[in-house]
C-alpha cells in the first residue's frame, strides 16, 4: 500500500484513483462497506482504489484537547486499511493551510490538480472546506464539470435503524460495552503496544502481568476484561485490567493483561489485547490478599467468558 502524505507531486501510481474521503477510524463495518463499494468501482473503471484520510485528525486540530478518542492511532489504521485492500493511503497532513481552504480551492488543488481522482465516494452528510461550507451538492456540481464521478454512499444501519459510526463505538467503550463496540466493528476492538517493564508486582503475587500503555487510543471504561491477547502469532486468552490501581495509591491509567497457560518473556515484544467483555469495574481492595481473590475470581470469569465466544 502506498502512503502518500501531502497532495503535491504524488507518485504516478497513486494519481488517476477512486478515493473514498473519511476518517475511517476503527475501520468499522460502515467504513469496510465503503471500502468495498470503492474497490467495486476502481475494477470497472480499471483504476487504483485509495482511501484520504487527514492526518492528524481534524478534532485533534481544532480541539487542542489532551483527551483521547482514537479508536485506531494512524500506524493501527494504515494496517487495517492495508489489510482490505486498500492500494493508496492519502493521509494528507490537517494542519492550518489545510484548515482555511475553502471547498473550492479543496477541489480544485488536492482533488483534482493535486490527486488527480477518477470517482469520489463521500458518506451523505459529508462537509469539507473552510467553516465546513461545502457538501454533497458543491462536490456533485464540481464532479460533473471537472470530469470525476460521485458516490454518495448509503450508511450502513445498526440495530434499530441507527447508523454504525465510530462515536458510537466510542461511546460502548466508555461505558464499558466492549461486545456491542465489537457488534458495530466486525471485529473485537484491539489495542497494539510494546510490553512495558513496571513494579513487577503482579509477579509476586502469583498473576505476572504484561503492562501496556494506551498511549494514543481512547481510554475504555475503567476496570477488568476478559481478553485474547496475540503475540508471535500465538493467541491466549486472559483477564485485564485497566486503571489506576487504586490498591496501591496509583494515579496513572495503565493496562495490565494477565495471559493464561502462558510462561515466557514478553519484555519489549509487541502484543495486540482484544477487549471481548467486560467483568467489573475498578475498586480499591483492604490488602493483598482480598486481592488475590478477586483476581483468582476475575481470572475465571474471563475464561468462562471467553469459552462462550
Not at 450502513?156 to 464499558?176: F, N, P, Y
Not at 510462561?263 to 519489549?268: E, P
Amino acid at each position: 500500500m502506498i502512503i502518500a502524505r501531502h497532495f503535491e507531486a504524488i507518485a504516478p501510481a497513486a494519481r488517476g484513483a477512486v478515493v473514498a474521503i473519511g476518517n475511517f477510524d476503527g475501520v468499522h463495518l460502515g467504513h469496510q462497506a465503503l471500502i468495498a463499494e470503492g474497490q467495486r468501482i476502481a475494477k470497472d473503471l480499471r483504476a487504483p482504489f485509495g482511501i484520504l484520510a487527514f492526518e492528524p485528525h481534524p478534532q485533534e486540530f481544532f480541539r487542542r484537547t489532551p483527551e483521547k478518542f482514537r479508536l485506531t492511532p494512524f500506524r493501527t489504521k494504515a494496517e487495517m486499511l492495508k489489510a482490505t485492500g486498500v492500494e493508496v493511503l492519502y493521509a494528507l497532513p490537517f494542519n492550518a493551510k489545510m484548515a482555511a481552504m475553502t471547498a473550492d480551492q479543496f477541489i480544485a488543488e488536492v482533488l483534482v490538480a493535486g490527486l488527480g481522482v477518477r470517482h469520489v465516494l463521500i458518506g451523505g452528510d459529508f462537509q469539507f472546506g473552510k467553516n465546513r461550507s461545502g457538501g454533497v451538492a458543491e462536490l456533485q456540481a464540481a464532479g460533473a464539470a471537472q470530469g470525476f464521478g460521485v458516490t454518495i454512499f448509503s450508511a450502513v444501519m445498526g440495530a434499530g435503524d441507527h447508523k454504525i459510526s465510530s462515536t458510537d463505538i466510542r461511546t460502548a467503550l466508555k461505558e464499558g460495552r466492549p461486545r456491542d463496540a465489537a457488534r458495530l466493528l466486525g471485529h473485537p476492538w484491539t489495542v497494539s503496544g510494546h510490553v512495558l517493564h513496571g513494579d513487577k508486582r503482579g509477579r509476586t503475587i502469583g498473576f505476572p502481568t504484561a503492562n501496556v500503555s494506551l498511549k494514543g487510543y481512547l481510554e475504555p471504561a475503567l476496570g477488568v476484561y476478559a481478553v485474547r491477547v496475540s503475540s508471535g502469532g500465538a493467541t491466549y486468552g486472559g483477564v485485564a485490567n485497566f486503571g489506576r490501581r487504586p490498591t496501591f495509591d496509583k494515579q496513572d491509567t495503565l493496562l495490565e493483561v494477565h495471559l493464561f497457560d502462558f510462561a515466557g518473556d514478553l519484555y519489549g515484544k509487541q502484543i495486540d489485547v482484544a477487549f471481548v467483555d467486560f467483568i467489573r469495574a475498578e475498586r480499591k481492595f483492604a490488602g493483598l490478599d482480598a486481592l488475590k481473590a478477586q483476581i483468582t475470581a476475575d481470572g475465571e470469569e474471563a475464561r468462562r467468558l471467553l469459552a462462550g465466544v
